[in-house]
């Protein structure tokens, strides 16, 4: 890539909401600008669990790169996965769908990279528990609650119908929060009157954490509320209590005096931790970089890496006054870090540090109720609801997606009704990354083919009619 300019070239990692907010403050300047994402579009993750339960389709919380900064000539958005650098020779190493490699120079570089779903060192659960970070992940998990009500259709042991009927979540920070509310809204009030043999309400979703109490972070008068609502739900809560096994068929539980319990779920849940992706690890390696317990990059207070200020990391990535990996850290660092790189570049000199501003957290826990806790002002109930209406009303990206969400909450909230529940019966994500180098002789694999009776070899029928 030598098309760009030998000066003032600027290369942004992750379009996510730091990425974002940096090229946005980094448009129409007299410098180059390249956004790299994995992805095309950028995702609020925030509303995800609500993609995931057929509330919001994936259209209604994304948006293409491309079009958001489409008024910004200076800017290039490229579709590829950043692997590596290289901080002498300032080139940024990337490998594109396929899994072909490809170098950008850089003049300045800032990682918004995000974060990862993290197993704590047991990525072998994930196979049987997806998390919820990707579109991906989203509809996967769409497809495991719907198809679970399904299944419990058309059993007819009772036994097995009541383990589809159970939901097991693993985390209970604002992500599995949400999500175990909106799992016992859709049984209890969506779908309680569309299946014969099966009974929606019946479903029991439990929640496990390690912690002693639900969304924890908000303080204690906030948690006390949470808990509570979600016991009105029909939320069992498992705090104080540590996942040991996943399995197929559900999970084992350690608590706090020791005893492991098994729980029978055959869908299972991971809403609990996350970790910065690898790149972050080759990035402090060739930074020299400190890194803290978390695997995030220690920055200095103007959000750049001690001896490289040309590198900038924002967002979850970066580590500076236990700062929360949420949004609007990653929203205020990236405007702050375009900013910075803006004014160095155009010569108006330097700005002051970063200082972040708390504006509160949010979290939505059924129709009418939501927690919200922005400084001393703490709410609950229909006013934190109507509080979190507009807080992501306000951070949702672009106005069809603003108008269609309001819509859409308008329709689910007065007449019970969520349209996006249509789901593939095929994998969804979990078949092959498209980063991954596609090997020689490789092809897709034919989806099988239903064969007909008649279609049965002479040997097969043989043997049937025989016994």
Partial sequence: MTEQPSQGRVVIVGGGFGGLFAARALGDGPYSVTLVDRSPQHVFQPLLYQCATGILSEGQITAPLRRILRGHRNVRCITAQAVDVDTAGRTLTCVRPLGEQMSIPYDHL?????????????????????????????????RRVFGAFEMAETTTDPEERRKWLTFALVGAGPTGVELAGQIRELATITLRNEYRQADPRDARVLLFDGGPAPLAMFGARLSGTAAQTLGELGVELHMKTIVTDIGLDGLTARDRDGNETRYDAMTVLWTA?????????????????????????????????????????????????????VAEVAMQ???????????????????????????????????????????????????????????????????????GAILTWWVAFTRDIRRERAYTTREVGRVRDVYQPIEENEAPAAPPKPRAASDTPARARGKASSG
Avoid at 118 to 137: L, N, V
Wanted: positive net charge; aromatic residues 10%; without cysteine.
């Fill in 333 to 403: 660092s990236g405007l702050y870090a375009g900013r910075r790189v803006r004014h160095e570049l155009t010569g108006e000199g330097q700005i002051k540090p970063f200082r972040y501003i708390d504006l509160g957290s949010a979290a939505y826990l059924a129709r009418g109720k939501a927690v919200v806790r922005a400084g001393p002002l703490q709410l609950s109930g229909f006013p934190g609801w109507v509080v979190w209406l507009f807080i992501h009303i306000a951070f949702l990206t672009g106005y069809r997606n603003r108008f």
């Fill in 273 to 325: 931790g996350v970790e910065p992706p690898p790149f972050a690890a080759a990035l402090a390696e060739a930074a020299g970089a400190e890194r803290d317990r978390a695997g995030r990059i220690v920055v200095r207070d103007d959000l750049t890496i001690p001896g490289h200020p040309e590198i900038s990391v924002i967002g979850d990535m970066m580590s500076l006054r236990d700062l929360p990996g």
């Fill in 110 to 142: 800032i990682v918004a990279a995000g974060v990862s779903q993290s197993y704590f060192g047991h990525d072998e659960f994930a196979q049987y528990a997806p998390g919820m970070k990707t579109i991906s992940d989203a509809l996967t998990i769409r």
